[in-house]
């Protein structure tokens, strides 16, 4: 199937289930702005409970991401081919039990949905926020600019039930130029910021990872929150990009935490093998990514 001819399915297939929605006279209008009380929930005391909930979820042996359907829902792109290029529109949608698109979503981190993309070859990573319309169809520009086949990840919360992140593949036409992984190393540098990484992952284990951020050898130590943490992390499985979203061990404001120069997170390892990890964090007003191969092996007894 084209790519045109799918999202026309999509269009007339919502218009008559805006219709008979009409008719019954029970739309609520969908909510596209992210809600404000959902926003303060998750900076104030709901975080420490989800956060507990994340840990929870990442100590399951299955990583998220690894399919586009789990527990009912589905995630379904527009197109599945595209040209590569700096700013490519990618829009898609996530639906229901009973293939309808979600509208509603709760706030996770700030966000109604976080979409992680990644070449393959795990080069091209990225995290952004695509935007919502009313039809329940999501839009973001990607950047794009080598082909190869590249895995979507869409992070989220559908009002009313359980955390999921849903996974599928995105051709990008173009020159493929697939890179090594990189070694296994403590240190990664981004933008002038090296940042440290001390702790191991254990198979099946939960293990304590702190990674501390400096610049001209100076720690960090005015870390400043980013999407209601001082840092996120993503920890992708090399041989499946089986997907692991980690957040840190307490939280901006809670009296605890230090605004660098480390971030602790407590990472579950499903497996032994090669993982590449993914640190957001944000200083000076920008966003950066520190990039990490990591092994996880049993420790030597
Ligand atoms: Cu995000």
Redesign the pocket.
Known sequence: MNATGKFAGFTVGLVVIFGAALALGSVAGPDVAEPAAHIAEDDGHGTASHDTASHDAVADATPGGLTPTADGYTLELASDQVTAGPAVPLQFRITDPTGVPVTDYTVE?E?LL?LIVVRRDLAGFQ?V?PTLDATGTWSVPLDVGRGGDYRVFADFTPAGDEALTLGTDLRVAGTYDPQELPAATPTATVDGYTVALDGMLRPGETSNVTLSVSRDGQPVTDLQPY?GAYG?LVALRTTDLGYLHVHPDGHPGDGVTAAGPGIDFAVTAPSAGDYRLFLDFQHAGAVHTAEFTVTAAPEEK
């Open positions: 981190h966000k976080h995290h926020h999407l996120h």
